[in-house]
């Protein structure tokens, strides 16, 4: 929530003035004089004792003095404004520098906010040097007309029109067709892009917004017309079927599951700091839970002729229609008894949390395995086959596997190891984040918990002394079936802290319904790819004087 305050009971906007600007007036903008912007003055003087006031008469003289803010605003003529690039907008994103926010065309500096923000500092902070309105989206608090109308008293200046103007893209880039983003995504390569939530936001609702949900792509995201699309099944004995997302949709019972999906080198920045590892420099957000809807992969290949357990080594692969220079698909594939088992929960899916697929998380039409690493939830299926052997893919057979920390890139043999496939359990704190000055007093830590093939959290222990003492933190989320708890757990603690405590070591760690547990250290399971990372989830924090 921005810009709201409570005050006696209500939630009232808190105007605060413009402080002075850092950035220069682009050549040939007007300037501004003296007192024109609106606000200017005395308003400052006033906002953090309307902040502290309490009561009836608080709303009165807040009511007041709006009205005559308006009466001096109708008699005064219109402010001229600065213009300003948004690389110029951009400089600002941290309070020694002002925090400047865009909205629409327009420019504001809210500072002086972003210490009485009800969401708190680190929320705002989010949109810092940038557009508030993909912010804005997430909290409908946001979408009432006076908030638009306090901000405005923020003002400082204007988007030089040439701003509006989207550069064309380059030509002959495989990228160009990418789909948009939304920018408080934390982008660790652009092309291939691949992108995580502010960790802050992960614990914010059990199921994570399409928008924000973390993006692993390894190619190009392909544009696909869904009334041309069709899936193909295939399988031995010649047995073919040819589906549209309309048949899929008609033919088959819609199927929704609550599933996690977590990359495998979720949390890769820790191995990094023990050694460098190859892969991109994930932080604890590759992670993400959706309400998936579509057909289960168990009716379709029934549907296809397949049996439920034909003999021997059976394996569903899937291809994607994503596609390196050479015309070589993303690939993977999962046991074939985890696809037909009716506990499986396997989904072709086309929604999620209940609207089409984005662009970026498979549409129309992608795999979701409950439980198992993500690289075997392949994106944009065109192909379904049933084979007695794993998908040829070099992200089934080079890639995704596990190493002894002694392996190294000149003895590595991937044949020597097995492809990923359920994950091993996980948690991580995503409040305080690393850094933070907390105030004395109780101190809130959450953070998320999940463990793959369907194993629930029992238990999640929090230590603020680096794990010499422990506390069980409450546990919060939908409520699962046993074998089954394919959605990850969010959780809760709060404990006292007192003055003068100096510096904090929160710890986390999660135990499963098998009693699995996190190991305490990173070093011992280091490997030269930098996945399965689950150590104990370590975050450092100051404590106020």
């Known amino acids: 929530m921005l810009l709201l305050r409570a005050v006696a009971g209500r939630r009232l906007p808190v105007p605060l003035p413009p402080p002075p600007r850092r950035s220069c007036p682009r050549a040939g903008a007007a300037s501004l004089a003296p007192g024109s912007p609106p606000g200017a003055g005395g308003r400052g003087r006033a906002a953090p004792v309307l902040a502290a006031l309490l009561g009836l008469g608080a709303v009165l003289a807040y009511g007041e003095r709006r009205r005559r803010a308006a009466q001096a605003t109708q008699a005064a003529p219109a402010p001229r404004y600065p213009l300003y690039t948004r690389e110029e907008v951009g400089r600002h994103r941290s309070p020694p520098d002002r925090v400047w926010v865009t909205h629409g065309t327009e420019v504001f500096d809210v500072t002086d906010f972003v210490e009485l923000h009800p969401g708190g ?3 705002i902070l989010l949109a810092a040097g940038g557009a508030l309105e993909p912010f804005w989206a997430l909290y409908a608090v946001h979408h009432q007309p006076h908030v638009l109308e306090l901000l405005r008293e923020y003002k400082v200046g204007e988007l030089s029109p040439e701003e509006a103007a989207v550069p064309a893209p380059a030509a002959g880039d495989p990228f160009a067709g990418d789909p948009p983003r ?8 652009q092309k291939p892009f691949n992108a995580e939530p502010p960790p802050e936001l992960l614990a914010e609702r059990f199921l994570t917004p399409n928008e924000l949900f973390f993006t692993r792509n390894h190619l190009p995201v392909p544009a696909v017309d869904a009334e041309t699309y069709r899936l193909r099944v ?4 010649g047995r073919e079927l040819s589906l549209s997302l309309e048949e899929l949709r008609s033919r088959f019972p819609k199927h929704e599951v609550t599933a996690t999906l977590q990359c495998a080198g979720n949390r890769r920045a820790d191995m990094s700091r023990v050694r460098p590892v190859k892969g991109l420099d994930w932080d604890i957000g590759a992670i993400g839970t959706a309400r998936w809807g579509g057909a289960r992969l168990r009716d379709v290949l029934l549907h296809a002729g397949f049996g439920e357990r034909p003999e021997g080594e059976w394996h569903v692969c899937f291809e994607g229609l994503d596609a390196d220079v050479g015309g070589a698909p993303y690939g993977a594939s999962i046991p074939y008894g985890k696809a037909v088992s009716p506990e499986g929960d396997v989904l072709l899916a086309y929604e999620m949390n209940g609207a089409a697929l984005p662009r970026d998380h498979g549409f129309p039409l992608r795999a979701v395995v409950p439980g198992v690493v993500g690289a075997r939830n392949v994106k944009w299926l065109r192909r379904v086959a ?4 794993e998908s040829p893919s070099h ?3 080079s890639d995704y596997k596990g190493f002894a920390p002694c392996v190294d890139w000149d003895t590595v043999d991937y044949s020597a190891a097995p492809a990923i496939q359920e994950l091993p359990v996980q948690s991580a704190i995503t409040q305080p984040r690393p850094g933070a000055a907390v105030p004395p007093g109780e101190l809130t830590v959450k953070g998320y918990a999940w463990s793959g093939g369907g194993r629930g959290v029992v238990r999640v222990d929090v230590s603020l002394d680096g794990g010499r003492s422990w506390r069980v933190a409450r ?3 939908e409520r699962q079936e046993p074998g089954r708890a394919w959605a ?3 959780w809760e603690l709060q404990a006292p802290v007192a003055a003068g405590a100096g510096e904090l070591e929160i710890v986390c760690k999660a135990v499963d319904s098998s009693y ?3 190991p305490d250290t990173v070093a011992p399971i280091w490997n030269l790819r930098g996945v399965l990372s689950n150590a104990w989830h370590r975050v450092r924090v100051s404590v106020r004087p």
């Open 234 to 237: 295939e399988g031995p004995g």
């Open 395 to 397: 992200w089934q057979q």
């Open 121 to 123: 500092a680190d929320k």
């Open 516 to 518: 699995n547990v996190q």
């Open 475 to 477: 546990l919060a989320g």
């Open 386 to 389: 049933v084979s007695p052997a």
């Open 182 to 189: 939304h920018p408080g995504l934390r982008v660790n390569s």
């Open 488 to 490: 990850w757990t969010l």
